[in-house]
T-cell receptor, first 114, second 114 residues
Framework: DTEVTQTPKHLVMGMTNKKSLKCEQH?????MYWYKQKAKKPPELMFV???????INESVPSRFSPECPNSSLLNLHLHALQPEDSALYLC?????????????FGPGTRLTVL | KNQVEQSPQSLIILEGKNCTLQ??????????LRWYKQDTGRGPVSLTI?????NTKSNGRYTATLDADTKQSSLHITASQLSDSASYIC?????????????FGTGTKLQVIP
């Protein structure tokens, strides 16, 4: 299995809702990433988990809360989001936590905040 | 500051024609450079990865070149197909050991028309 899966594909939520994005990989990768991508822009790194520990947080607002329950799963919990948080959220994984390891991306979750 | 610039921003070509996309970077110390293809609303898919010592790498109709002296890379697409329509993103990793900083270019949007 050489795939990163993400659910849901699309999500519409209000500013008072609590929702979660899920990411899963079964390639034995030990590093997992969350990216945010706005239209016509490159992905922006949000979080990096290495060996199930949060290793990088790129100054992301606390309304985004990552969680890594085990080496195959990565969640992103959302609460009190703003309309400007609407974007494509991409999950990626790599064999190790260094940048010279190829990152495999999931298809993304298209998030709309009303 | 690490930067990755791509040109052109967008490109329209006829099916069957060749094209070349450019990537210039000011990343240091250089570790590796990747080209990704991203369909609209989907996650990026890796095409090639090149390290300092590699000048050329091919993947089917895609050929990437790297000139580490001038800090330039190109992606050549041969005999383009309609399915090549996508954004092409140049990604450069910097650093040595530990987590390496990954910088995404702004992408080139390619449209192949019949």
């Amino acid at each position: 299995d050489t795939e990163v899966t993400q659910t849901p594909k699309h999500l519409v939520m209000g500013m008072t809702n609590k929702k979660s994005l899920k990411c899963e990989q079964h390639m034995g990768h030990r590093a997992m990433y969350w990216y945010k991508q706005k239209a016509k822009k490159p992905p922006e790194l949000m979080f990096v988990y290495s060996y199930e520990k949060l290793s990088i947080n790129e100054s992301v607002p606390s309304r985004f809360s990552p969680e890594c329950p085990n080496s195959s799963l990565l969640n992103l919990h959302l609460h009190a989001l703003q309309p400007e948080d609407s974007a494509l959220y991409l999950c990626a994984s790599s064999q190790g936590g260094t940048g010279n390891n190829e990152q495999f991306f999931g298809p993304g979750t298209r998030l709309t905040v009303l | 500051k690490n930067q990755v610039e791509q040109s052109p921003q967008s490109l329209i070509i006829l099916e069957g024609k060749n094209c070349t996309l450019q990537c210039n970077y000011t990343v240091s110390p250089f570790s590796n450079l990747r080209w990704y293809k991203q369909d609209t609303g989907r996650g990026p898919v890796s095409l090639t990865i090149m390290t300092f010592s590699e000048n050329t790498k091919s993947n089917g109709r895609y050929t990437a070149t790297l000139d580490a002296d001038t800090k330039q890379s190109s992606l050549h697409i041969t005999a383009s197909q309609l399915s090549d329509s996508a954004s092409y993103i140049c990604v450069v990793s910097a650093g040595s050991g530990g987590y390496q900083k990954v910088t995404f270019g702004t992408g080139t949007k390619l449209q192949v028309i019949p």
